[in-house]
């Protein structure tokens, strides 16, 4: 904390904004106690030690520190695994909670997709559950490549993924992007040579509207419409009315 100038705020500042470095513990040395009232961006440090301090007192220190780091680490790694689906690599339901509570405004309009696999456990009973590991592994993938890495991607149940499309408003746009993935996956070959399908549907949540669960209620009324209609589409929820593509 000693550094001339702005040097350690700099030094810290640095450390603070670049993500990659968030994760790295902070010990500073300041000159003495008596001095911490002038330097209270030591306090924004995880530990600080006062000069002329014992060489073993400073290893024991960041010892400290490294110590709780790796355990902080282990414990994300951890909370990670328990909110991901390990088939398909995407959150489960327990995740999805969790990425649902950390939406703001700044992420509305979105939209909430629902899919659901057609014919999944005829696919299990008549080729094997590998088939249908497959059929759901292809469907996650299809989902990361036909969406944006900060859009929330779901497996919700057996057969049933959840996609949040951020920031998106256009009805028209909602629609051709829930159409796109039903076509792509038709393209999904079952063993005996048929090709897979899956139907969606689809609750926009507005600008000035409040988040909560019930979306997935109204993408899950949607996709009843679409299944009922006909397998393989998308169907948008709109007060008692949809849209099919």
């Known amino acids: 904390m000693t550094l001339p100038g702005d040097g350690a705020a700099s030094v810290l500042k640095a450390l603070r904004q670049e993500p ?11 000159p003495s106690g008596d001095k911490m009232e002038e ?11 006062c000069k002329c301090h014992p060489l073993f007192d400073l290893h024991r220190r960041v010892q400290r520190l490294v110590d709780i780091a790796s355990f902080r680490r282990r414990e994300s790694i951890l909370q990670d695994e328990a909110n991901r ?24 309009p ?12 005829k696919v299990n009973d008549t080729h094997g559950h590998d088939a249908g590991d497959r059929m759901l592994r292809a469907f996650a993938d299809l989902l990361r490549r036909q ?8 497996r919700y149940g057996g057969d049933e993924f959840v996609v949040i499309l951020k920031q998106i408003s256009s009805l028209e746009t909602i629609l051709r992007k829930g159409g796109n993935i039903c076509q792509a996956f038709h393209g999904f070959q079952l063993p005996d040579g048929s090709c897979a399908t899956c139907s969606g549907g689809i609750a926009l949540c507005g600008s000035h509207e409040k ?35």
């Open 147 to 154: 969406t944006r890495a900060e859009d929330i991607h779901c």
């Open 110 to 121: 979105l939209a909430v997709c629902l899919f659901d696999l057609d014919d999944l456990k």
């Open 39 to 49: 330097l209270p961006l030591a306090l924004e440090t995880d530990d600080f030690l």
């Open 20 to 30: 990659a470095l968030w994760q790295i513990p902070v010990l500073a040395t300041i």
């Open 211 to 245: 988040l909560s669960e019930e979306l997935i209620s109204r993408a899950d009324a949607a996709l009843y419409q679409a299944k009922q209609g006909h397998k393989g589409t998308c169907c948008l929820w709109k007060a008692g009315e949809k849209t099919e593509r």
């Open 85 to 108: 689906d390990p088939l398909t690599g995407l959150l489960n339901r327990r995740g999805l909670q969790a990425a649902m509570a950390s939406l703001s405004e700044g992420d509305l």
